[in-house]
């Protein structure tokens, strides 16, 4: 069984930078895209970074220059840098991989809370 887990949320001043991580365990022998996704009190989730396996990107325009998506294969991690962030960055972010197990298939971790202060 494949899972994720995200770290590093909390509170953070506006203007100021926050980084989060994602991890996956388990049995499975390949790692392919890893995306970053967030929704902010009472909108919907919306994709906010993405890091293919070949390492190209792809943001948000609400994020460009503002964050950075970087992952490590070899400890299976996702990051997310966080610059110069916004009250209106608030959000529960979520990561997804797409995780070659038993199948291929998108898999998602529990949510994680990052509130920005004015």
């Known amino acids: 069984q494949v899972q994720l887990v995200e770290s590093g949320g909390g509170l953070v001043q506006a203007g100021g930078s926050h980084r989060l991580s994602c991890t996956a365990s388990g049995d499975f022998s390949s790692i392919g895209t890893m995306s970053w996704y967030r929704q902010p009190p009472g909108e919907q989730r919306e994709l906010v970074a993405s890091?293919?396996?070949?390492?190209?990107?792809n943001y948000a325009d609400s994020v460009k220059g503002r964050f950075t998506v970087s992952r490590d294969n070899a400890k299976s991690t996702l990051f997310l840098e966080m610059n110069s962030m916004k009250v209106e960055d608030t959000a529960v972010y979520y990561c997804?991989?797409?995780?070659?197990?038993?199948?291929?298939?998108?898999?998602w971790g529990q949510g994680i809370r990052v509130t920005v202060s004015s």
């Open positions: 890091i293919s396996s070949t390492l190209n990107t």
């Open positions: 997804k991989m797409i995780i070659s197990a038993q199948n291929l298939g998108a898999h």
